[in-house]
C-alpha cells in the first residue's frame, strides 16, 4: 500500500486523528450480495393476521406493517417504537382474544435436486418492551430522550442475530450504506393478486449528514435512500460487510428521499437497558430448526385460506 493510500484511511476530525484501519481491522470484505446473503436471514417482517377484505376475498398474504432485524441469538428482534405501537393496538381474535401481530422468520434458502426452497416461519410475538429510559453514550446527545426504538421478544430461539457496530468514529458522511426491509408492505409482495415474492427489499446509497456533525458517537444520521410505509425499522448496514450500523426510523416531511436512522451504537444502548429493566423470559423456546418442519408457504396460504377468522 501506498503511503497516499495509507494517508486516505487517517483523516481529522474535530481537532483528531482517525484511524480507520483500527476499524477495518479483521473485517471480511465481502460485495454487496455476498452482504445481503448474510444480512437475509435475519431481517423480520412484522405484521397482522387479521385484515379488512371484502366478503370470500381473503388476502393472498398476511398484512405487513413494517419491518425488524434480529440483534440477540435467543429471538430478540429490533424494530421502532411507532411500527411495535402499531402492533400493539391491532384488534385481537374476536373469538379466542389472541393477539394480530405475528413475525416472520426466514431460514436461509436451499437448495436441493429438485427446488429452492426457503422456509417462511409465522412465529408469535412473546413480549414487546417499550423503553421508557434511555442512557446514552458518553460525551454531548442531542438526540430525543427516548429514541425510536423498540424491541420485541419472539417465540423462538437460536435465530441468526446481527452484530452491531460499537465502534466510535463509525458512521462518516459519504461512506456506502444498504438496508433491506418491506416498503410499502404486503402490495408489493403481491402486485398481480397473488404472493409472487417474499423476501425483503435491498437497496443501497450514501450517509449523507451525520448529526449533529461528524463526531465519535452521533445521535443520528441520514440517508440518500426512499423511505416507504413498511420500511420503518430496517437495518442500515455496511455494503461490504454485514454489521449494522444503523436503523431506519422516519423521513423529512415532504422529502421522502431524505431518511433518518438511529445509530448502532444507540440501539445497543438501548438494548442493553431493556435487557437490564424488563421482563424477558427466555424459558420453553422453541428453536428456529425446529420451525423448519412445519408446513411451507404453499401450504399455510391454503390452510389459512379456510380460515374464516383471517377475513375480520
Known sequence: MTGEAEAERIEEINGEEVDHREFEEDRIIMELQETFKAVHPSIVALGSRFVMAPANDPPSFPWIIGTGFIVDSRGIVATNKHVAEELLNLPHDPETNAPA????????????????????????????????SFTPPAGGYFGEPIPDLAFMQLEVTDVPALSLVKSPNSLLVGMSVATAGFPLGTPPLTPYGYVSQVTPFLRKGIVSSVQPFPCAFPHGFTLDIMLQGGSSGSPVFMENSPEVVGIVHGHCENGPNITFALPSKVIAEGLSTCLETMPFDFSDLPTLQSLVNQPGLADKLDFQRRLPVLRW
Not at 413475525?103 to 414487546?128: H, K
Open 101 to 132: 401481530a405475528f413475525a416472520l422468520v426466514y431460514s436461509c434458502i436451499r437448495d436441493d435436486e429438485e427446488y429452492t426452497t426457503i422456509n417462511l416461519n409465522f412465529v408469535e410475538i412473546r413480549y414487546i418492551a417499550l423503553p421508557n
